[in-house]
């Protein structure tokens, strides 16, 4: 069955916003609603690949730094590898990515590397997660090449939107050039308190700076969330009543709302 897929960027150079848990728990999530979804883990510590219970040897060494490094692009479907979750899947990463920046620079069609490979995935599942370092260097470029869209992680902080400035220059750079179509998915409000006047203050900053782009689901701070990677598992598998799983349900019902609104399972409603 061919699918009309997405390439989505998990992207803010700023660490610790939640990145990694939204790109495991909405990709699980969107599978419950019986989506295919991709993982790819782009970052050098390989959080998303051992937060999904996974490791590179899972890939029987076939990790997307072999995959940015190949000569020629090779076919995904060689490097995916299935999660605990049934219709989820991961692209592994390991330590070897972390020389892959350097290995890059000299390479050809350095910045469309990801792109290349992920293009022969596209029809074989309806949304592809690609997981961003904290950086703005040439592998986060290589995700802003190869997505449809960038959904940006944004915690309920002070100074949580000055940090965006390089973010947006960047996707901006990218779309004057190797990716014209690429948009914001979504910005996404995470380890919000809506009970603090900070969280109040911060949100509405968010909300009235994207206008229409702000996700209404947000992401509160849960500690049933925070120690479900620890054990290799999304949090809808780890407690499914509690309000991150909640929450990652509800957003994963909003994407899909706004995607396709005849298409929202009652499994998800």
Do not use: W
Request: some cysteine; glycine content about 8%.
């Amino acid at each position: 069955m061919a699918h009309n897929t997405r390439i989505i960027a998990i992207s803010n150079q700023k660490g610790g916003v939640g990145k990694t848990t939204t790109a495991i728990n909405l990709a699980a999530s969107l599978a419950m609603a019986d989506r295919t979804v991709l993982l790819v883990d782009l970052d050098p510590q390989s959080n998303l690949t051992s937060g999904v219970g996974l490791n590179a040897a899972a890939g029987h060494g076939h990790t997307v730094y072999q995959a940015l490094t190949a000569e020629a692009a090779p076919d995904p479907s060689d490097f995916a590898v299935p999660s605990g979750v049934t219709g989820m899947y991961l692209i592994p990463a390991d330590r070897h990515l972390t020389g892959a920046e350097l290995e890059l620079v000299s390479a050809s069609q350095r910045e469309s590397r990801l792109r290349h490979f992920l293009h022969q995935a596209r029809g074989r599942y309806d949304y592809i997660f690609i997981d961003t370092p904290p950086s703005l260097g040439l592998l986060t470029l290589n995700a802003l090449v190869a997505a449809d869209s960038v959904l940006i992680p944004l915690n309920c902080e002070y100074f949580a939107l000055e940090g965006l400035a390089e973010l947006m220059a960047t996707m901006g750079r990218v779309q004057s050039g190797l990716n014209p179509g690429l948009h914001i998915e979504g910005v996404l409000l995470t380890m919000a308190d809506a009970r603090t006047r900070l969280g109040k203050q911060v949100a509405g900053e968010v909300r009235t700076h994207f206008k229409g782009k702000v996700y209404r689901t947000t992401i509160p701070r849960n500690i049933r969330l925070g120690e479900a990677p620890s054990f290799g598992l999304p949090v809808i598998l780890h407690d499914v009543r509690s309000t991150g799983a909640e929450a990652y349900l509800a957003l994963a019902r909003e994407m899909l709302e706004h995607h396709a609104p005849a298409s929202v399972p009652d499994a998800i409603l």
